[in-house]
């Protein structure tokens, strides 16, 4: 039964021509970089019976415009991040682009606020979207209108803004499952975002503090939540931006050990003794406190790769053989021991079971070289790349750029001055600080964001104005706010010509009221 005429050859000839349609986008320059792992027949078929277009595709081919012009001039694109319409519709008449941080959404835009671990809704992050892009839709109508008042002499000393500043969003994990990331992913692009981000991370356990650290996922399922977002993209048929983050820099743990191209960096005991969890439960039933038992036990369990075992047991000639065939991309544990045990006399006592968390989290040696690994292996998805890092080693950014164009040139990359960064601390001279950002665009860093100003840059500014209130009432307000807000350059305030769109209104009127046209 169905309640239209079925004309079968006319669907298959609609779906043929939706194939084609697909793969010949897939083909275009803006798309060439892109390699899935699916069909377009896959993607044709799940995609809806009538068109729909999206502006986050227009929005994804501007900011793809914007960065590549940076990546041919050595130059980049400095922004930062916020969850305030009104703060856009400042920043956009210095930043190119706006960037919504995950955790200033956790901060500012939810009912419990909290330090980043990215336990906020899935749809927080593409709401704060949404608001933004429709405050830059207002602005854009309201100066459009506003214009179009004045006659072309006029117009040439107006202020002219482009309000539509592509919008960069934090997807974070993707939270959860493939299907949560499928809907966060639609959300995004429904919302009118030109680029999301998503990392390599575990979901509830992305960390900020002094207890375990942040904790990643096998590549695997890296590879599936980035497939799964540029599957997303496909099925709505947009140009939307995907950029992969990596956050495996100073991550100590990972979730599992399904994936052989991750066991070369997964950490066991080499020493007999009982599980972590067993002795930690056992010293703090004896009142230790959980850091001190947790301590005792690493200190006691010679904490080290597999590949790093080896060597403690082996002779350099030994050793030199074992890595010739076992230390390559995706060895897993089980043929590293097998060439073990052809080339090293002594047993090789190995156990990464003993030190999992109570969460079940195996251990996790960092390095610049698994950073690079996991970059490249899903680059062929994204348009972007990011290696997130807690601190500034210039070393470190060096090598994981350098490392990274050797396979792909022409890569774009992003980096977020994140956290409490200490420059000096790290070694760098107030010089090297002061050409930090050009240093970086050079190395093909083009997108370079300060995510978190909103906390100490508006708290700064409203705790003085709270002062100056206080003090001096409205004589400091008209002094310090109201005058310098209509000197130019017009910082948007209440008053008619600005922020407050009165004139948007006031067309709303004329026109209902039958004006003809203006000026
Ligand atoms: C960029 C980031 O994802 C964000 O949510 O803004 C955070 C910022 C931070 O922790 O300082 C991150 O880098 O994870």
């Known amino acids: 039964m169905s309640n239209v005429s079925l004309d079968l050859n006319a669907e298959e000839a609609a779906f043929q021509a939706q194939v084609a349609a697909i793969e010949k986008e897939w083909q275009n320059p803006r798309q060439a970089h892109l390699k899935r792992p699916y069909s377009a027949k896959s993607i044709a078929a799940l995609r809806n019976t009538i068109p729909i277009?999206?502006?986050?595709?227009?929005?994804?081919?501007?900011?793809?415009n914007i960065l590549k012009t940076h990546l041919a001039n050595g130059t980049c694109e400095k922004t930062f991040g916020t969850t305030e319409p009104t703060v856009v519709s400042q920043m956009v008449k210095h930043q190119q682009t706006v960037y919504v941080s995950g955790a200033l959404c956790g901060l500012s835009e939810v009912q419990h606020p909290g330090c980043d671990h990215a336990d906020y809704p899935w749809d927080t992050v593409p709401k704060v979207v949404e608001k933004i892009f429709k405050a830059q839709l207002?602005?854009?109508?309201?100066?459009h209108q506003f214009r179009m008042r004045h006659s072309i002499e006029e117009r040439e000393k107006l202020e002219k803004y482009d309000f539509m500043a592509p919008i960069i969003a934090d997807g974070d994990m993707g939270f959860g499952g493939l299907t949560t990331t499928v809907k966060l992913a639609k959300l995004f692009v429904e919302a009118g975002v030109a680029m999301i981000h998503l990392d390599d991370l575990a979901i509830g356990l992305k960390k900020f503090t002094v207890g375990e650290g942040r904790t990643v996922v096998p590549t695997s399922e890296y590879l599936s939540r980035l497939t799964a977002v540029r599957m997303q993209f496909d099925v709505m048929g947009t140009n939307t931006l995907l950029m992969c983050r990596c956050d495996t820099d100073r991550s100590q743990f990972i979730t599992s050990t399904i994936d052989p191209r991750d066991h070369e960096y997964i950490i066991g005991a080499t020493k007999d003794l009982d599980p972590l969890v067993e002795y930690v439960a056992q010293g703090m039933a004896e009142g230790k406190p959980y850091v001190q038992a947790r301590d005792e036990w690493k200190s006691q369990a010679g904490l080290m790769t597999f590949d790093q075992a080896v060597k403690e047991k082996a002779t350099e000639e030994e050793y030199q053989q074992y890595a010739s065939k076992a230390i390559a991309y995706g060895i897993s544990l089980k043929q590293k021991r097998r060439?073990?045990?052809?080339?090293v006399k002594e047993d090789v006592v190995f156990d990464w079971e003993l030190p999992r968390t109570k969460e079940g989290q195996y251990m996790w040696k960092p390095s610049v070289k698994t950073i690079v690994e996991r970059a490249v292996l899903v680059a062929?998805?994204?348009?972007?790349?990011?290696?997130r890092m807690d601190a500034p080693v210039w070393k470190d950014i060096v090598e994981f750029h350098t490392e990274v164009r050797k396979v792909y040139p022409d890569r774009m990359f992003a980096f977020g001055f994140t956290g409490m960064y200490n420059y000096e601390a790290a070694g760098f001279t107030q010089e090297q600080i002061v050409s930090f950002s050009d240093d970086m665009a050079k190395l093909g860093i083009v997108w370079?964001?300060?995510?978190?100003w909103s906390v100490a840059g508006l708290n700064i500014t409203a705790e003085k104005f709270a002062r100056d209130w206080k003090n001096d009432g409205i004589a400091g307000y008209i002094e310090t706010i109201s005058k310098p807000s209509r000197a130019p350059p017009i910082v948007d305030g209440f008053h008619k010509l600005s922020y407050a769109g009165s004139y948007l209104a006031d067309a709303f009127f004329a026109v209902v009221a039958g004006e003809k046209i203006v000026p």
Not at 53 to 64: A, E, F, I, R, V
Not at 339 to 343: G, L, R, S, Y
Not at 380 to 387: I, N, V
Request: charged share 20%; hydrophobic share 35%.
């Open 380 to 387: 062929p998805l994204g348009d972007m790349t990011w290696a």
């Open 138 to 143: 207002f602005h854009d109508q309201r100066q």
């Open 339 to 343: 060439i073990a045990k052809e080339v």
């Open 53 to 64: 277009t999206y502006p986050s595709s227009l929005q994804g081919d501007k900011l793809w």
């Open 448 to 452: 370079q964001v300060q995510p978190i």
